[in-house]
Nanobody, 125 residues
Framework: VQLQASGGGLVQPGGSLRLSCVAS????????MGWFRQAPGKERDFIAA????????KYEEPVKGRFTISRDNAKNTVYLQMNYLGPDDTAVYYC???????????????????WGQGTLVTVSS
């Protein structure tokens, strides 16, 4: 699976962005999709995931209520709608694909075999 993330950019605090990740190469619908982010000097952290049929999603605490993950299997695309952005959200955002069927694995980097190239989100006034 090849993943191409886009939609990053510079946004003011309190603003919104929508990231997209287009998949190609293998049946998109059979993979759980996740978003991770990596701030400068920090680890790459899980933030959100959606299972292959889109019926179950999972969020890390810092983004709950502000970010929404969704997927359109017909377009081979997963989205991350990000609202009420703050400076702590500044990071490179990565999408990833996993064949795991186990919900508890969705937050683990090791569960994801395929990664996109990352898109930079900068929140600053």
């Amino acid at each position: 699976v090849q993943l191409q993330a886009s939609g990053g950019g510079l946004v003011q605090p309190g603003g919104s962005l929508r990231l997209s990740c287009v998949a190609s190469g293998r049946p998109f619908g059979s993979y759980a999709m996740g978003w991770f982010r990596q701030a400068p000097g920090k680890e790459r952290d899980f933030i959100a995931a959606v299972k292959f049929r889109g019926g179950e999603s999972k969020y890390e605490e810092p983004v709950k209520g502000r970010f929404t993950i969704s997927r359109d299997n017909a377009k081979n695309t997963v989205y991350l709608q990000m609202n009420y952005l703050g400076p702590d959200d500044t990071a490179v955002y990565y999408c990833a694909a996993s064949s795991t069927m186990i919900s508890s694995n969705l937050a683990s980097r090791s569960a994801y075999a395929y990664w996109g190239q990352g898109t930079l989100v900068t929140v600053s006034s």
